[in-house]
């Protein structure tokens, strides 16, 4: 994942899914909260090991994620 430093993924933690540094708090979790309509600041405030910089890279990493192309194995 090239040019997302904060963004981890790891089969050991959270089942493989995008992650925040290691920490068991996934991309989607920072997303939904986000979309939920709470602030960045009251996010950091309920999980005081993120840091500012990992919330507009979970949002960065969601809008490249949605950019790509998926192409099935076996088609032409």
């Known amino acids: 994942m090239k040019?997302?430093?904060?963004?981890?993924?790891?089969p050991a933690?959270?089942?493989?899914?995008?992650?925040?540094?290691?920490l068991r708090v996934t991309v989607g979790t920072?997303?939904?909260l986000l979309a939920s309509g709470h602030a960045p600041e009251k996010i950091?405030?309920?999980y005081?090991?993120?840091e500012a910089d990992d919330i507009p890279?979970?949002?960065a990493y969601a809008a490249w994620r949605l950019e790509e192309?998926?192409?099935p194995l076996g088609s032409p």
Do not use: H, N, W
């Open 3 to 10: 040019g997302f430093s904060r963004i981890t993924q790891d």
């Open 13 to 22: 933690v959270m089942g493989g899914k995008p992650c925040i540094r290691g």
């Open 44 to 46: 950091l405030k309920a």
């Open 57 to 59: 890279e979970a949002l």
């Open 69 to 71: 192309i998926e192409v």
């Open 48 to 50: 005081p090991y993120l």
């Open 30 to 32: 920072i997303l939904g």
